[in-house]
C-alpha cells in the first residue's frame, strides 16, 4: 500500500525536475515564441560575430554555462508569461551598457515543412534572427515581409540583441 502512496509523489517530483526540458516553442499551437534561453552580456570588444556563428551552428557549450576560447558567460532560462512574449532582456540583466549584445536560443517544434512569416519588435534594441542557421532579412522601413522556412521537428533560432538603452524584442512565426 505504501507503494502507492509514494507513486504519485515520484511522479510530481520527476515532472518538477524535468519541466525546463520539456518546454518547447509549438509554432502549429500558438505563434510567439515564448521560452528562450539566452547568454551574455558580450562587450564591443568581444568577438561577438564568431560567438554568434558557433552558437547558430553548435548551439550552447553546455547547459548552465557557454564558453567561448576563454569568454564564459551564465545561460538564463526563461518564459515570458508577458502578451505576446515579450523578452525583456534589460530585466534578466540588470546594468546593461549600451552596444551590450545578448544572444537568445528558442526551440521551435513545427508539425510539417511549412514557409513562415516572421513577425518581430525592437524595443529600444536593435536584432538579427537566425533561422535554423539561415539569417533573415529583416525587412524594415517597408511593407515587405520578411520569410523564412521551417522543418518539421525541431529549429533552433537564435537571436542576436543590441542593446541601445533598456532592450526588449519580441517575435512571432
Known sequence: ??????????????????????????????????????????????????????????????????????????????????????????QLYPGLNVDDHIIGIANVFSQKDQDVVVVYGEYLSTMEIYVNGDKINLEKQTNKLSRSKLVKGENRIVVLVKNTTKAGFQLSI
Open 1 to 90: 500500500m505504501i507503494k502507492y502512496k509514494l507513486l504519485p509523489i515520484l511522479i510530481l517530483f520527476i515532472s518538477i525536475c524535468y519541466s525546463d526540458d520539456v518546454k518547447q516553442n509549438k509554432i502549429d499551437q500558438d505563434p510567439w515564441i515564448k521560452y528562450f534561453s539566452f547568454v551574455g552580456p558580450y562587450k564591443s570588444i568581444d568577438p561577438i560575430d564568431d560567438i554568434t556563428k558557433e552558437i547558430i551552428q553548435k548551439g550552447y557549450s553546455n547547459i548552465n554555462k557557454h564558453v567561448y576560447k576563454n569568454i564564459s558567460k551564465d545561460i538564463i532560462k526563461v518564459s515570458s508569461q508577458a502578451g505576446r512574449g515579450v523578452q525583456f532582456i534589460q
